[in-house]
């Protein structure tokens, strides 16, 4: 038995004279023992055709959103999503790099690449410049540091003459990637969140004000770790969207995205927006400077003055976008008015559930391994709970809001 052996790979294909490659890509998934689903852009057409995709990997190949003459097929983007162990893209233009950096959505295969609950193994193939051009590194980057996998592109000859990076890397090395991604990706899990996906975000976030200084409050991340552990530990698939800490990827946690800003974190949320509960544990900055200075403010013996201004408001955008599946659990650390403010928080942002923390109380705040919380639920409900270690309170809270317990 291989390692691919029985694996799900959903393999994008896109309009690049690389295209040619998926054929033996795809001969080589199913030699591995794999199942294979093929999903090409409308210009990948131009280079290698459906049948000849479809009569190797043996299964229907894809290509628009809605399909023709086929009924009840709108949603076979989130089919195919929730049947992948991994998602390639070989090759990737540096069209599809830049749509799936930003989230477009106007075919089969960005669809999927939305849906997905897997790991995305991104195989760019174009031109040397087009490659080395400082956007499409930047788009790159954009995935690496959402968590998704992209590999280097090989040097040699390429179609337009030139020498240099830019080649797709060898449909061989695609394969031993493909398995190291598996290999590394958590196993299936068992438990009562078995088959769940969650996103939690922790931590605090970082508002530049010049490149050594920032705005950003106490928070050390322990709560929103506590409640990624405790969620995995259950079955649940977790996806851990972490501001600056210096804390170690609980045990079990599926990825984990490391963010700076609150903008930042708004993006790798919203990534994660399709997810069956977002619970928002992050400290997230309420202001950041209007303008921040490219260079170090020197002190000059006067006072500073810095105009604030909000940051996109994480929790209320979340609750516009909630869907009937979803469940939205956020937290308010409050100094006064505690109760009165948490309700009010719970109702404006459409949440189903949301922690309170009372700073100043005896065992709760930043810093300490305690915590006390009152954790209100949108169908009225109020349970408050004693100081306990932290860990003990993420059981509570997981346990209470997810499995009604």
Same mark, same amino acid.
């Given at each position: 038995? +291989?390692?691919?052996?029985?694996?799900?790979?959903?393999?994008?294909?896109?309009?690049?004279?690389?295209?040619?490659?998926?054929?033996?890509?795809?001969?080589?998934?199913?030699? &591995?023992?794999?199942?294979?689903?093929?999903?090409?852009?409308?210009?990948?057409?131009?280079?290698?055709?459906?049948?000849?995709?479809?009569?190797?990997?043996?299964?229907?190949?894809?290509?628009?959103?809605?399909?023709?003459?086929?009924?009840?097929?709108?949603?076979?983007?989130?089919?195919?999503?929730?049947?992948?162990?991994?998602?390639?893209?070989?090759?990737?233009?540096?069209?599809?790099?830049?749509?799936?950096?930003?989230?477009?959505?106007?075919?089969?295969? +960005?669809?999927?690449?939305?849906?997905?609950?897997?790991?995305?193994?991104?195989?760019?193939?174009?031109?040397?410049?087009?490659?080395?051009?400082?956007?499409?590194?930047?788009?790159?980057? +954009?995935?690496?540091?959402?968590?998704?996998?992209?590999?280097?592109?090989?040097?040699?000859?390429?179609?337009?003459?030139?020498?240099?990076?830019?080649?797709?890397?060898?449909?061989?090395?695609?394969?031993?990637?493909?398995?190291?991604?598996?290999?590394?990706?958590?196993?299936?899990?068992?438990?009562?969140?078995?088959?769940?996906?969650?996103?939690?975000?922790?931590?605090?976030?970082?508002?530049?004000?010049?490149?050594?200084?920032?705005?950003?409050?106490? *928070? *050390?991340? +322990?709560?929103?770790?506590?409640?990624?552990?405790?969620?995995?530990?259950?079955?649940?698939?977790?996806?851990?969207?972490?501001?600056?800490?210096?804390?170690?990827?609980? &045990?079990?946690?599926?990825?984990?995205?490391?963010?700076?800003?609150?903008?930042?974190?708004?993006?790798?949320?919203?990534?994660?927006?399709?997810?069956?509960?977002?619970?928002?544990?992050?400290?997230?900055?309420?202001?950041?400077?209007? *303008?921040? *200075?490219?260079?170090?403010?020197?002190?000059?013996?006067?006072?500073?003055?810095?105009? %604030?201004?909000?940051?996109?408001?994480?929790?209320?955008?979340?609750?516009?976008?909630?869907?009937?599946?979803?469940?939205?659990?956020?937290?308010? %650390?409050?100094?006064?008015?505690?109760?009165?403010? &948490?309700?009010?928080? @719970?109702?404006?942002?459409?949440?189903?559930?949301?922690?309170?923390?009372? @700073?100043?109380?005896?065992?709760?705040?930043?810093?300490?391994?305690?915590?006390?919380?009152?954790?209100?639920?949108?169908?009225?409900?109020?349970?408050?709970?004693?100081?306990?270690?932290?860990?003990?309170?993420?059981?509570?809270?997981?346990?209470?809001?997810?499995?009604?317990?």
């Amino acid at each position: 038995m +291989t390692a691919l052996e029985g694996k799900h790979i959903v393999l994008g294909v896109c309009g690049g004279i690389a295209a040619y490659k998926a054929a033996e890509l795809v001969r080589l998934y199913k030699k &591995a023992g794999a199942h294979v689903r093929v999903l090409m852009t409308p210009h990948a057409h131009r280079f290698v055709t459906p049948l000849t995709l479809g009569t190797l990997s043996e299964e229907e190949v894809h290509t628009e959103i809605f399909p023709p003459n086929e009924k009840g097929s709108w949603t076979r983007h989130v089919e195919i999503g929730l049947w992948a162990d991994i998602m390639v893209v070989a090759p990737a233009t540096a069209q599809t790099v830049a749509k799936l950096a930003d989230g477009t959505c106007d075919s089969m295969l +960005t669809a999927v690449a939305l849906s997905r609950r897997c790991p995305l193994l991104v195989c760019p193939a174009m031109d040397h410049d087009m490659y080395m051009h400082a956007a499409t590194q930047g788009n790159m980057d +954009t995935l690496r540091h959402r968590g998704d996998i992209v590999m280097e592109a090989a040097h040699g000859e390429l179609a337009s003459g030139l020498v240099g990076e830019g080649r797709l890397p060898e449909p061989a090395d695609i394969v031993n990637t493909t398995i190291r991604v598996l290999t590394e990706a958590a196993p299936r899990r068992s438990g009562p969140l078995a088959g769940q996906a969650l996103t939690v975000t922790a931590g605090p976030t970082r508002e530049p004000i010049d490149p050594v200084r920032f705005i950003s409050n106490h *928070s *050390s991340g +322990t709560m929103g770790f506590a409640i990624a552990e405790t969620a995995a530990r259950l079955g649940a698939e977790v996806t851990l969207i972490s501001g600056p800490v210096a804390l170690p990827t609980p &045990a079990g946690v599926a990825r984990r995205v490391d963010v700076e800003t609150t903008a930042d974190m708004h993006e790798a949320v919203l990534a994660r927006g399709a997810d069956d509960v977002i619970i928002m544990v992050a400290a997230v900055a309420d202001y950041t400077p209007a *303008s921040a *200075s490219t260079r170090k403010i020197k002190k000059d013996g006067h006072g500073l003055a810095l105009e %604030l201004v909000p940051t996109v408001d994480i929790l209320a955008d979340l609750g516009s976008r909630k869907q009937r599946h979803q469940r939205l659990i956020g937290f308010a %650390l409050e100094t006064h008015d505690g109760l009165e403010n &948490a309700r009010g928080k @719970l109702a404006r942002k459409n949440l189903d559930w949301i922690v309170l923390n009372i @700073l100043g109380e005896e065992g709760a705040g930043f810093g300490a391994g305690t915590n006390k919380v009152t954790i209100l639920g949108a169908d009225g409900s109020t349970v408050k709970l004693p100081v306990l270690p932290k860990a003990e309170v993420a059981a509570a809270i997981v346990h209470h809001t997810l499995l009604g317990v």
